[in-house]
């Protein structure tokens, strides 16, 4: 049980400082055996996606900033925003890309997508499912990988 919680809490805590390697990690929770894959997998996510929601929540009021209130007053900034939202919302196939990709591939950097999405006011039901698939096919991936070739180092 204390494994589980401490990989939750360390996926949560390195969502939102990236001074924390959240695959590190998983890969030493992996490492001990204790957890299977599947649950590893599962708890990193969840963790993970809570934390990055802190960073979705950062993007969405982040107009109500004075200083970015002033930077979004220009026209060209405003503009390009107004163009990306209006983009987002009739090509929903290619949000649902972009976010499975970042939150799985790492690329572009899902600390920035997070933000941008609530900036964007992505659907928040939309960004919590597909990061939680992209989050966890990521750390499954890892934790598979230790699982499969830590009895050859064994």
Do not use: C
Not at 28 to 44: F, K, M, Q, R, Y
Not at 128 to 154: D, I, M
């Amino acid at each position: 049980m204390w494994v589980v919680l401490s990989l939750l809490g360390v996926a949560f805590v390195s969502a939102f400082l990236p001074v924390f390697n959240i695959e590190t990690y998983v890969v030493v929770v992996s490492a001990s055996g204790e957890l299977s894959p599947l649950v590893v997998a599962v708890t990193a996510a969840v963790g993970q996606v809570g934390g990055k929601l802190l960073w979705y929540e950062v993007g969405r009021t982040s107009t109500r900033w004075p200083w970015l209130q002033r930077k979004l007053a220009r026209p060209s900034i405003s503009t390009r925003l107004d163009r990306w939202a209006v983009w987002v919302t009739r090509h929903p196939r290619w949000t649902v890309l972009v976010l499975l990709t970042s939150a799985s591939a790492g690329l572009p950097p899902f600390m920035i997508i997070s933000v941008v999405a609530g900036r964007l006011r992505v659907s928040l039901p939309l960004f919590v499912v597909t990061a939680l698939v992209g989050r966890f096919l990521r750390f499954l991936l890892a934790s598979g990988l230790v699982e499969q070739l830590a009895p050859r180092f064994a």
